[in-house]
């Protein structure tokens, strides 16, 4: 089963806007992931976030957890063509499990 | 620094015959390894993963098995594909039970 789901499925935006991405999992967590998927590419790590942790930045990415609604978000900034991708959490941990992604699409 | 490999890149095979994928590992020792497979458009499915050599476990029971006969390197087998076992195959590496980092992927067309 799949611990991480995404949320929305796709989202699309304007250079320069902000993007949110939110996330939702079922069982407690020791931490947890956001990676970024470009097409055909294998994933990349973004930011990890531990479970004694509320807020995370990183550059232009800002991560939150809420443990007790079991939900994450991650916001990118001052968004750029280049941050077209899927963005995917998960779940730290050898059965760790991704969801579908969200599919960010950054119009120049 | 550390560095994973995986080949081939891309794959074309008819249904019935056998895989070989294979991932390495460079610049570290003893690593955790994984493979996963992703559909069109979709998540990653946690295939294996091996926290040692000749220690493999699976997460979900199919046409394919792994095995891991040196420390850094990991390889996904099949005796007979099936058609549904196309996908892009991904290959990833940790330091320990936290962050992942990933191969570039393979991907398989089984015809």
């Known amino acids: 089963s799949q611990q991480g789901e995404e949320d929305p499925q796709a989202l699309s935006i304007q250079e320069g806007e902000n993007a949110t991405m939110n996330c939702s999992y079922k069982?407690?967590?020791?931490?947890l992931q956001w990676y970024r998927q470009n097409s055909g590419r294998g994933l990349v790590h973004l930011i990890l976030?531990?479970?004694?942790?509320r807020e995370k930045h990183s550059g232009r990415l800002r991560v939150t957890l809420d443990t007790s609604k079991k939900s994450s978000s991650l916001l990118i900034t001052a968004s750029r063509a280049a941050d077209t991708a899927s963005y995917f959490c998960?779940?730290?941990?050898?059965?760790?499990?991704f969801g579908a992604g969200t599919r960010l699409t950054v119009k120049p | 620094s550390q560095t994973i490999h995986q080949w081939p890149a891309t794959l074309v095979q008819p249904v019935g015959s056998p895989l070989s994928l294979e991932c390495t590992v460079e610049?570290?020792?003893?690593?955790?390894l994984y493979w996963y497979r992703q559909a069109a458009g979709r998540g990653l499915q946690l295939l294996f993963y091996?926290?040692?050599?000749?220690?493999i476990s699976s997460e979900v029971p199919q046409n394919l098995s792994a095995s891991r006969p040196q420390d850094r390197q990991f390889i996904l087998s099949s005796k007979k594909l099936l058609l549904s076992d196309s996908g892009f195959y991904l290959c990833?590496?940790?330091?320990?039970?936290?962050?992942?980092?990933f191969g570039p992927g393979t991907r398989l067309l089984v015809l």
């Open positions: 976030i531990r479970s004694n942790e």
């Open positions: 091996s926290v040692g050599i000749g220690q």
């Open positions: 990833a590496w940790s330091p320990e039970q936290e962050t992942q980092y």
């Open positions: 610049g570290t020792s003893n690593p955790n």
């Open positions: 998960a779940k730290g941990g050898n059965d760790m499990r």
């Open positions: 069982t407690s967590i020791n931490n």
